[in-house]
């Protein structure tokens, strides 16, 4: 364990961007392989605008990284939060446990946040507007979405105490792990239901991504599946009645649209609809207010 956090600790840059990248690959040549659902687009073409918000993504967490770096310095130099408050622990429950508190606060939390929050889920749309869902999808984040969640994550890091070692490697994990779960490949049933106990698979991301309440409103974890089965927001759903997309945003040619999609935040909200016994149920709108 020591080996793998100091390697984290000076993880080049290059190395992070390999990562990205052979997991996008990865996962892109087995979808082909094994496809959970065929669909009918051209690939190249719907991971555009996918690659696009990716690497808006990449520039805004490398510009803001020397906060993460600074901040982990200080709490380190501090002995300031959660895990250095703990009891004395081996090595490797100290990762594992900076790594999950990591994973609830940066990640869980903003999520089901912007879920809940009207102005946070309009900026979140862009993610949940794919129709055809896919490895490339993963990363398909507004870049105000994309600042949202380095704020969380930074606070996460001050509030839990982790150093940059922990940081490096949950973000390195939290990467290919979203690419898995939204990997349009399809795993036996029996070995994805095992594997949705621990970590979140690839069905069970499915669900999320449905295009009407209440399962857009589940499922919300981005490694392990346990803050959705903690907070009770683990739901299932059967693959096969799942429909991608935004009920209420239907528009194809905008939510492929890279210029459609950078707008897309500032449209007039709409409110979602819940299915109920087969019928279509409005749901009250949700203000700032009431989280």
Known sequence: MEVILRYFETIPSSHRSLILVLGITFFWVLEGAVPLVRFGYKKWRHALPNFFF???????????????????????????????WLPGMPLWLYVIIGVMLLDLVGAYLPHYLEHKVRPLWMIHLVHHTDHEVD?????????????????????????????????????????????????NIRL???????????????????????????????????????????????????PEDITYGVDTFPDRK????????????????????????????RREDISPGSV
Request: net charge positive; hydrophobic share 45%.
């Open 54 to 84: 990716t690497l808006t993504t990449v520039i805004i967490n490398f510009a803001l990284a020397f906060l993460l770096l600074k901040t982990s310095d200080w709490v380190a130099n501090n002995q300031f939060g959660v895990i250095n």
């Open 135 to 183: 490895t490339t999808t993963a990363n398909r984040h507004h870049p105000l979405e994309s600042m949202i969640r380095f704020v969380f994550t930074l606070t996460g890091v001050f509030l839990i105490g982790t150093p940059i070692g922990i940081i490096m490697l949950y973000q390195s994990l939290s990467l290919v792990a979203t690419q898995f779960g939204h990997a």
């Open 188 to 238: 036996p049933r029996k070995v994805d239901e095992a594997l949705s106990w621990i970590i979140v698979s690839p069905d069970m991301h499915k669900v999320h991504h449905h295009f009407q309440l209440p399962y857009t409103d589940s499922n919300y974890g981005n490694i392990f599946s346990v803050w959705d089965r903690i907070f009770g927001t683990f739901m299932v759903l059967h």
């Open 254 to 281: 905008q939510n492929e649209s890279i210029w459609g999609l950078l707008k897309q935040p500032f449209h007039k909200y709409r409110r979602p609809t819940t299915e109920a016994n087969g019928s279509v149920n």
